[in-house]
């Protein structure tokens, strides 16, 4: 009922950790990898929980949320809410790179030092938020983003931020990308629902024929390519 310490010493002391409730991991220090699942409940933290290698985190119960924000997780990272309404929140002190995750609700992800980046898909069924709060942090993904919802960008300094989603791309209001924007629709529209500042150049490009671009509130300082497929795929800027 009570968190959870888990501690291993050496790079190949893991741990696996499944919890028929919700899971509370205490301060924790493993030095291989992590698998923690809550079966039924929240998989939440309440210390710092270091992991020399790589971080696989699970919920499976109906609605149940992850909420990691003390993580420092040096490997790659993979998220799975099994169940609808399932968000996931991480916040971890270095980069982060995502393995192949599924978050059935929305993902809220910030690294507090390095970048953002995915080595898997990421599939949300809802928004998608992506900040890097150090200067020069970048956000590049692109090997199988597919976000639903609306996206939230945020890098510091130069840093620059490389989408390609799945579907359309719908930014969010407050956006704000340091340096370059490059941010690429597969399928679907790409357009902004408010202010989307851009501190060097943007890019946006449908590749599915006649899909749009429709940015209405872009404040973008250097220079803006638009690219569309297709004899009804109409670009508009403001």
């Known amino acids: 009922t009570g968190a959870v310490s888990l501690n291993t010493n050496g790079a190949t002391g893991d741990a696996t950790v499944v919890n028929t409730i919700a899971l509370d991991l205490a301060a924790s220090v493993v030095g291989g990898n992590l698998v923690a699942t809550a079966t039924t409940g929240n998989l939440t933290d309440s210390g710092t929980v270091t992991v020399g290698g790589t971080g696989t985190f699970t919920t499976s119960g109906a609605g149940s949320d992850i909420n990691l924000g003390t993580l ?20 971890n002190t270095t980069g982060i790179d995502f393995a192949a995750s599924n978050v059935n609700g929305n993902l809220v992800a910030t690294a507090t030092t ?38 939230f960008v945020s890098t510091n300094g130069a840093g620059d931020v490389t989408l390609i989603n799945a579907t359309g791309i719908d930014f969010v209001t407050a956006s704000v990308v340091g340096q370059n924007l490059t941010a690429t629709a597969t ?37 803006v390519s638009l690219n569309t497929n297709g004899a009804t795929g109409d670009a508009t800027v403001v």
Do not use: C, R
Request: charge should be negative; aromatic fraction near 2%.
């Open 72 to 91: 420092a997780v040096t490997g790659v990272i993979a998220l799975t809410t099994t169940a609808a309404n399932g968000d996931a929140t991480i916040v």
């Open 114 to 151: 390095g970048n953002i980046v995915d080595t898997g898909a990421v599939t949300v069924t809802g928004t998608g938020s992506f900040t890097t709060t150090a200067a020069g942090g970048s956000i590049t993904l692109n090997s199988g983003l597919a976000v639903t919802g609306d996206i």
């Open 187 to 223: 399928t679907g529209d790409i357009t902004d629902v408010g202010t989307l500042t851009v501190g060097g150049t943007s890019t946006f490009t449908t590749t599915a024929a006649n899909n749009d671009i429709t940015m209405d509130g872009l404040g973008s300082t250097g220079a």
